[in-house]
Every structure is written in structure tokens, then in C-alpha cells.
């Protein structure tokens, strides 16, 4: 996309106070997504050539945030890149927010995601916060991300503690529950 034409849309968005996403997959897409203000990268860029730690110093230095979408791209030949681009984006403090391209890919099952996400040298506690509070903060939400009396009561229970286990955990829901009340019951059998 053009320089301008993208610059035009991120001043229209953020003028609306909305949050502008772009899905660049090379260097010249990622260094327009950064000269027009874009606030979150949609997924890593699958094209890295150029992509190095001085751009990614710049994402962050920026407030842009990623969501990796590993999955997209694990039978990729330059996974490995990829996967170094997203630890090295968050190596250097950029936030990290969960996503899949789901609709784009037939596959829903996350495992492949959460492994990928393991092998780029994230721990359970940096995905939590891309599951939890990361999205919060970039979305701008208040008292969001908390567990505390009073406040919204949106709670996913899983099965295992994905501390002690692998980050395929994360997948293995037990109970969703909105406004504190239970919408999906998975309590009757370990999937």
C-alpha cells in the first residue's frame, strides 16, 4: 500500500480513536505499517529478508504491537526466522497479543500455534499476558485483565496448569464464564 493511502487511514482510524491493524508480509510492508502509525502487525512477516533488530527496535520503540500467528506460517522454510523475529520483537520489550488467522485457515486446533509459540522462546507467563492483560492494555481497557470483586467476572478455567505442563494447556478449556455466569462446561470429561 502506498505510503500516503495508508498514513490517510491511519489518521481517519485514530481520529475515531480506533486501533489500526495491518498485515504486511515483507520489509517494505512492515516499514509502511511503521511510517503510518499502524498500532498492531496482524502476524510476523513471512518474507524477512531486511527484517533485522534495528527494525524491530523501531516497532517497539513505536508501541507497535504483534500478533505472531506462528501457525500461518510453521511449514513455512524460514520458520525459523520467523520464530527469531518474534522473540527478538519481544526480547526487546514489544508486546505480544494471542491471534490466529482463523477464518483465513480451516484448522482451528491451536496446539500448533502454542508449540510454535514455545519454540520462539516464550515462556507460559508471556503467553498469558498475550492471552490476558497485553490485549488490555492495547485495547485501552480499564480494570480489565483483574480478577476482583466487583469487576466483569470473564474467566477461562482450563485443565492443567500450563506452568507445570506445556502451553498446549492454554487450549484445554474447562470452563468459560462471562459476567460470572458459566457458558461453556467442559467439568464432565478431561479432554
Same mark, same amino acid.
Given at each position: 500500500?502506498?505510503?500516503?493511502? #495508508?498514513r490517510?487511514?491511519?489518521s481517519?482510524?485514530h ?14 510492508g ?7 502509525? *499502524?498500532?498492531v502487525?496482524?502476524? &510476523?512477516?513471512?518474507?524477512?529478508e ?6 524491530? &527496535? ?13 501457525k500461518? /506460517?510453521?511449514?513455512d522454510?524460514? =520458520?525459523l ?5 518474534? !522473540?527478538?520483537?519481544?526480547?526487546? !520489550? !514489544?508486546?505480544? =497479543? ?5 477464518? /483465513?485457515?480451516?484448522?482451528? $486446533? ?9 519454540? &520462539? ?5 508471556? *503467553?498469558? #499476558? ?8 492495547? /485495547? ?13 467476572? $470473564?474467566?477461562?478455567?482450563?485443565? #492443567? ?6 502451553? *498446549?494447556? /492454554? ?5 468459560? =464464564?462471562?459476567?460470572?455466569?458459566v ?9
Open positions: 500500500m502506498p505510503l500516503d493511502v #495508508a490517510a487511514g491511519v481517519a482510524a481520529a475515531k480513536h480506533q486501533l489500526v491493524f495491518a498485515h504486511p508480509s515483507n520489509l517494505e512492515v516499514r509502511v505499517a511503521l511510517d503510518s502509525g *499502524v498500532d502487525l496482524a502476524h &510476523a512477516p513471512d518474507t524477512v531486511g527484517v533485522d533488530d534495528a527494525l524491530l &527496535a523501531d516497532l517497539v520503540a513505536h508501541h507497535m504491537s504483534m500478533i505472531p500467528t506462528l500461518l /506460517f510453521s511449514e522454510s524460514a =520458520i526466522r520467523i520464530r527469531a523475529i518474534v !522473540g527478538k520483537f519481544h526480547q526487546l !520489550g !514489544g508486546a505480544l =497479543i494471542f491471534g490466529t488467522d482463523t477464518g /483465513f485457515v480451516k484448522d482451528y $486446533d491451536l496446539t500448533e500455534e502454542y508449540r510454535e509459540l514455545a519454540l &520462539a522462546g516464550l515462556s507460559f507467563k508471556d *503467553v498469558l #499476558a498475550m492471552l490476558t492483560t497485553e490485549p488490555v492494555k492495547r /485495547f485501552g481497557l480499564k480494570d480489565e485483565g483483574r480478577i476482583a470483586p466487583g469487576l466483569r467476572a $470473564d474467566l477461562t478455567v482450563l485443565w #492443567a496448569d500450563p506452568s507445570s505442563q506445556n502451553l *498446549v494447556a /492454554f487450549k484445554q478449556v474447562r470452563y468459560a =464464564i462471562r459476567g460470572g455466569r457458558i461453556f462446561d467442559r467439568s464432565q470429561a478431561n479432554p
